[in-house]
């Protein structure tokens, strides 16, 4: 089998984590025997650097002719004045928009290992498994009209959503909780907002043709607090573009650091798969950076865009195996004296020797 994959590593982090998530997808390659390539190019602030513009033609016309595009963050201080549309995050949703990707899965999950992590307390982090389903491609982040009066000091975005945009991101998530525990809440503002109200509607009515789901509705603010409170509670939480930012990040309290989460984007012609965390300029260049995120985020690429469910298993077993073996990058030690404090190599290092070990392993039993 071959994958194409155009790795767009961007800016601050970027570069040290998507280095070892290639590293483990070339060792799934290279035992199962499989043709995968891989291409960089540059997005966000370095190609504004480069070449002026946040995602340059030639890195777009990449992405559209790969199987798979993997990235890692963008953002840097350097560009905080400049407008919206010129800064190097425009890069990355020019980026979604023209792979088409609508639905944009987010697991969070609490690791029994890294349970001290999270301040929340273990009990109530204990057990919680969720897989958010942000929209991403409408509501205020694509809205028109959308603008910056300087002269009359006001600025307005839009929040605009089609019912045909509602439905397809609600199938997936009806569709992704028939493989989990079968439950879907979703999360708007419907009390304040009219589009909202069109959520929910249009929500309720694709959940008739699922009668195996049970769905549940949350207003935003309520669900922010429940998901400190319950996070057992949850299963698939479907929300529109904002809100699962938002809300995502939050989540990543339940598993103990932000480095921890995947992202895959799926729906459109091309799929994207990000690490949920940003470009973090303070810590970049210093090899100290989470690589498990960009890690785990491969594996959904293998999952969604090579359908090899094994080896995305394997890839998940791999970091939850080095996570029992007490390996901790800085932002997972929490300022502990006793703990050995991984650099972003050797995090990267120990799961690709796991996972070696792994398929070793499978491949003896095998040939028995
Ligand atoms: C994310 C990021 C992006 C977003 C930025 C970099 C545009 O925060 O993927 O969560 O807001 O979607
Ligand atoms: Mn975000």
Redo the contacts with the bound molecule.
């Keep these: 089998m071959r994958l194409n994959v155009l790795v767009v590593p961007g800016d601050g982090i970027g570069p040290e984590v998507t280095g070892q998530a290639t590293q483990v997808l070339r060792a799934v390659a290279d035992l199962g025997g499989y043709d995968f390539r891989f291409r960089e190019m540059p997005i966000g602030g370095v190609a504004i650097n480069q070449q002026g513009t946040p995602l340059p033609p030639e890195t777009l016309e990449a992405a559209l002719e790969s199987d798979a595009v993997l990235l890692g963050a963008?953002?840097d201080n350097e560009f905080n004045s400049l407008p919206p549309e010129r800064r190097p995050?425009a890069g990355?949703?020019q980026l979604r928009k023209a792979l088409g990707g609508f639905a944009n899965l987010r697991p969070s999950f609490a690791y029994p290992t890294l349970a001290s992590n999270s301040p929340l307390r273990p009990e109530v982090v204990e057990g919680a498994d969720i897989l958010f389903v942000r929209e991403l491609l409408g509501g205020l982040y694509f809205g028109e009209p959308r603008s910056w009066d300087r002269e009359n000091k006001q600025a307005w975005n839009t929040m605009r959503y089609t019912r045909e945009e509602i439905v397809r991101v609600a199938r997936v998530a009806f569709e992704v909780a028939g493989k989990r525990r079968k439950k879907v809440t979703s999360v708007d503002k419907a009390n304040v907002l009219e589009v909202s109200q069109l959520w929910r509607a249009t929500v309720t009515e694709i959940a008739q043709q699922y009668p195996g789901i049970t769905l549940e509705h949350q207003y935003v603010d309520a669900c922010a607090m429940h998901l400190m409170n319950t996070p057992r509670n949850f299963d698939v939480v479907l929300t529109e573009n904002l809100f699962g930012?938002i809300l995502?990040d939050e989540a990543a309290v339940i598993t103990g650091s932000l480095g921890m989460l995947p992202s895959g984007t799926i729906g459109g012609s091309v799929n994207l798969y990000?690490p949920?965390h940003?470009s973090a300029p303070d810590i970049a260049g210093k090899g100290i950076a989470n690589p498990l995120g960009a890690i785990l985020t491969a594996a959904m690429l293998l999952r969604y865009s090579a359908n090899l469910e094994q080896e995305a298993q394997m890839i998940e077993t791999s970091v939850r195996t080095v996570l029992e073996q007490g390996y901790r990058t800085a932002d997972l030690a929490r300022g502990d004296k006793q703990t050995h404090v991984s650099s972003t190599s050797e995090m990267g290092q120990q799961v690709y020797s796991v996972l070696n070990e792994i398929i070793d392993r499978r491949q003896s039993r095998h040939a028995v």
């Design positions: 963008v953002g995050e990355v949703l930012d995502s990000e949920v940003g």
